[in-house]
């Protein structure tokens, strides 16, 4: 029940995350996107087996960085003889920030829930949207017009939870496997934060606008109909350790987001939890993974560019070590 309440808090933000390119027309909402941008020097393909790696370090520590994407299929195959050396001797784990919500919420999250209804049919709020929602809909195996009943955003969150139900992607892999391999390597891990899930979910369905939802709809409605192979292939790269195709996979599910009010500025927030994370685990001599967002690391002003800026090395490892 917490992981389903946690992924509610997100607003669908993992589900959605891997949604198509749609663009928001000219002269619309202006999206402010921390992660738009990558710093090529750091989009480098793998030297090793399996996903890349990046090594953050300094005299005496040494921090092995795994990149991950949003979603992948399931039962895709990567290879984790990497992870599994570096995760021996390890003293942590470092994992990316957990939003969490608990079962006294759930008052909370149905109430937030009947906000996202419609005052008036969608169809007539989006006239030119409706034919394509329509047949998305019914592409994810929902019957009827239920559609009609919600706010934009209401619908496409309704519809991003069953495209990716039916299109067979998750977000429970590599996750998974990377804390299966931990567990026998007697690795405790610890996410880089931890923080209550409402007060983001409040300030979202309260505040945001028609725009925005329309935005996030439209996004949701292009995924459907460019179906799941995008993310597949990028999910497929990544386990390749091409750098480079990985994060080119759709990020309109992230547009989406930042398109919501406050979303920006938590994800900048998550981000520097992360870079603080890094920078308390150097303190102590030896050597740790941290697994965290692949495009969030290779971002401009993302978490590998701001511990270069704390002074730390940051390269790419080119050996089994």
Not at 15 to 31: C, E, K, M, N, R
Not at 299 to 317: S, Y
């Amino acid at each position: 029940m917490r992981r389903r309440l946690a992924a509610m808090a997100a607003l669908t933000a993992l589900a959605v995350a891997s949604l198509a390119h749609a663009q928001a027309p000219p002269d619309t909402l202006v999206i402010d996107d921390p992660e738009a941008n990558v710093v090529e020097e750091l989009v480098v393909n793998a030297k090793l087996p399996g996903p890349a790696w990046w090594k953050v370090s300094d005299a005496d520590t040494t921090i092995y960085v795994l990149g991950v994407p949003g979603a992948a299929p399931k039962g895709l195959t990567w290879d984790t003889s990497v992870l599994d050396r570096r995760l021996d001797g390890a003293f942590t784990l470092i994992t990316p920030p957990q939003a969490r919500a608990g079962l006294t919420d759930l008052p909370a999250l149905l109430s937030m829930r009947s906000k996202l209804k419609a005052e008036r049919p969608l169809d007539q709020v989006a006239p030119d949207l409706a034919p394509r929602l329509a047949r998305a809909w019914a592409a994810t195996g929902q019957k009827g017009d239920g559609w009609k009943d919600w706010k934009p955003l209401g619908a496409g969150l309704m519809l991003a939870g069953n495209a990716v139900r039916k299109s067979g992607l998750t977000d429970a892999e590599p996750d998974k496997t990377i804390q299966k391999l931990a567990r026998k390597h007697k690795v405790k891990a610890r996410p880089a934060a931890v923080y209550k899930a409402m007060p983001m979910i409040k300030t979202v369905v309260k505040r945001h606008s028609e725009e925005a939802g329309l935005i996030c709809l439209e996004g949701v409605i292009d995924e459907v109909e460019a179906g799941p192979a995008p993310v597949r292939a990028a999910a497929r790269a990544w386990a390749d350790g091409d750098v480079r195709a990985a994060v080119r996979a759709p990020r309109q599910g992230q547009r989406c987001v930042m398109a919501l009010p406050g979303m920006a500025e938590e994800f900048r927030r998550m981000s520097a939890a992360q870079v603080e994370a890094v920078s308390q685990a150097m303190k102590t001599p030896g050597k740790a993974v941290a697994v965290l967002s692949l495009r969030g690391l290779v971002a401009e002003d993302g978490v590998l560019q701001k511990l270069r800026e704390r002074g730390f090395k940051v390269t790419t490892p080119d050996s089994a070590n």
